[in-house]
């Protein structure tokens, strides 16, 4: 396309991780059969905790997030539908269910999009989840990943939610099967016990391979994020 023809232009080269990202999320997108649903869950117990345990996490040098709280509440889930994690063997006829839960998180660098992994998240609390999601995070916007700290991975959560939005279509970091999006949460009125309260709710966007998952148990699914994200206790507690 001749654009000088309308007017001056710039050509700038795409960065390292666009030229290798782009090719990913093409192939994604064209190959996977997305379907994208859509839920929210009351974080507002979940906020007032952490606020709470603010200073404390401070004290051990940890920013807690709310991205922890939902990879927590990621890795629970995944436990109770281990197929969110599986991965799809298509030439055998087979799913392949791994006996671990590796999380990836989107991360925004200056060069583009990674995705580092948080590995064995299930045996994680909170604050050791926000230890690594930072240090991680701090290594992705330096280009100091390795690739390993990339890879094997069952599942992503893409948390646009520091920034804004209220709901997004993630594209699946294949050969994961369902990606979840967070956006930024807010007060809304929820009808409850008869008359609206104010209540913090979470928007979330899960992207999942309609060849594996079916809609019946993307939706259990999101209710049981719902649900884990409402339970602060629940994800509070000590791991096995
Ligand atoms: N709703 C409301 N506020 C939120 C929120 C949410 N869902 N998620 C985070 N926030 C708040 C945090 O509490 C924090 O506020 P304070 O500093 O007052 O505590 C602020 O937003 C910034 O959070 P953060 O960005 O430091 O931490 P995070 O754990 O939310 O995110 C990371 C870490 C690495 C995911 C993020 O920095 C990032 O890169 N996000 C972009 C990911 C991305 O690009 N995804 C798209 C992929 S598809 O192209």
């Known amino acids: 396309m001749d654009f000088e023809a309308f007017g001056p232009i710039e050509r700038r080269p795409l960065s390292r991780i666009q030229k290798i ?14 379907v994208t649903q859509f839920d929210e869950a009351d974080i507002t117990e979940m906020e007032a905790t952490r606020a709470k345990l603010k200073d404390q996490a401070t004290a051990r040098g940890i920013k807690l997030t709310p991205l922890a709280f ?5 890795a629970q889930a995944l436990q109770a539908f281990p197929h969110f994690g599986a991965s799809l ?19 925004d660098t200056p060069g583009g999009l990674v995705v580092p992994v948080v590995r064995d998240a299930d045996r994680k609390d909170v604050f050791e989840l926000a230890r690594e999601l930072a240090t991680l995070s701090e290594k992705a916007r330096l280009g100091k990943l390795v690739a390993a700290e990339m890879q094997g991975g069952c599942f992503t959560v893409s948390s646009l939610g520091g920034i804004g939005g209220t709901a997004f279509t993630p594209i699946i970091n294949a050969p994961e099967v369902a990606i979840l999006g967070v956006s930024r949460a807010s007060q809304r009125p929820v009808y409850q016990d008869g008359a ?45």
């Open 196 to 240: 609206f309260v104010p209540r913090l709710m979470l928007p979330l966007s899960l992207s999942y391979d309609h060849r594996v998952i079916d809609g019946a148990d993307a939706v259990r699914f999101t209710s049981f994020l719902g649900k884990a994200l409402a339970d602060v206790q629940g994800l509070l507690r000590a791991q096995p």
């Open 89 to 107: 063997d298509a030439a055998a006829g087979e799913l392949v269910f791994k006996k671990y839960v590796h999380l990836g998180f989107a991360a």
């Open 21 to 34: 990202a782009g090719p990913r999320l093409h192939a994604s997108w064209v190959n996977i059969p997305h």
């Open 70 to 74: 939902v990879m927590r509440a990621c």
